[in-house]
T-cell receptor, first 117, second 110 residues
Framework: DAMVIQNPRYQVTQFGKPVTLSCSQTLNHNVMYWYQQKSSQAPKLLFH???????NEADTPDNFQSRRPNTSFCFLDIRSPGLGDAAMYLC????????????????FGPGTRLTVT | EDQVTQSPEALRLQEGESSSLNCSYTVSGLRGLFWYRQDPGKGPEFLFTLYSAGEEKEKERLKATLTKKESFLHITAPKPEDSATYLCAVPLTNDYKLSFGAGTTVTVRA
């Protein structure tokens, strides 16, 4: 089955110690998104890639970076995690057509729960 | 400003007690309204897309409907396994990013 995969499912890191979360997809979608979700809140978009084009949200802290080495993989790097970065991190994909039309549904992975000690 | 509002925040139901969740939106030129189900500690699972007023979609005990200003998710004769948070989302005006509501957490007691 085509899907979005996130690894690891649970990650514990120390305050200030860099951490990388990974996402892969077999849907062959051209857009990949990273969201942060805290308890009882809606997912908050951090950034997304449309093919190789990186798009950062204005309020995403500089502490968060992303890489997309190929269509299938995308990484979220947190350079110096703080206690406030403890959250669920969600990867999602969608397929955007060049014309700007097409479906806008996003398909999510299972998430990575990040704990900062 | 594009906005998505869901109500109620929480809904506690007895097994078999049907109810509805509401998602109201303000966006120009709706290009779809999406419903997701999210279980604790997991990512949102896509349920439905609705595109135009009057449209309805069904899946098991869930039925989603759409008007020009809001969508309803009806849960008929719910079971405990329907307990989850239900999120709705719409694409932003002139954008393909999604605006999410805060969700409705449904708890169904046996």
């Amino acid at each position: 089955d085509a899907m979005v995969i996130q690894n690891p499912r649970y990650q514990v890191t120390q305050f200030g110690k860099p951490v990388t979360l990974s996402c892969s997809q077999t849907l062959n979608h051209n857009v990949m998104y990273w969201y942060q979700q805290k308890s009882s809140q809606a997912p908050k978009l951090l950034f997304h890639y449309y093919d190789k084009d990186f798009n950062n949200e204005a309020d995403t802290p500089d502490n968060f970076q992303s890489r997309r080495p190929n269509t299938s993989f995308c990484f979220l790097d947190i350079r110096s995690p703080g206690l406030g970065d403890a959250a669920m991190y969600l990867c999602a994909t969608s397929n955007r057509q060049v014309s700007g039309h097409g479906s806008y549904e996003q398909y999510f992975g299972p998430g990575t729960r990040l704990t900062v000690t | 400003e594009d906005q998505v509002t869901q109500s109620p925040e929480a809904l506690r139901l007895q097994e078999g007690e049907s109810s509805s969740l509401n998602c109201s939106y303000t966006v120009s030129g709706l290009r779809g309204l999406f419903w997701y189900r999210q279980d604790p500690g997991k990512g949102p699972e896509f349920l439905f897309t609705l595109y135009s007023a009057g449209e309805e979609k069904e899946k098991e005990r869930l039925k989603a409907t759409l008007t020009k200003k809001e969508s309803f998710l009806h849960i008929t004769a719910p079971k405990p396994e329907d307990s989850a948070t239900y999120l709705c989302a719409v694409p932003l005006t002139n954008d393909y990013k999604l605006s999410f509501g805060a969700g409705t957490t449904v708890t169904v007691r046996a």
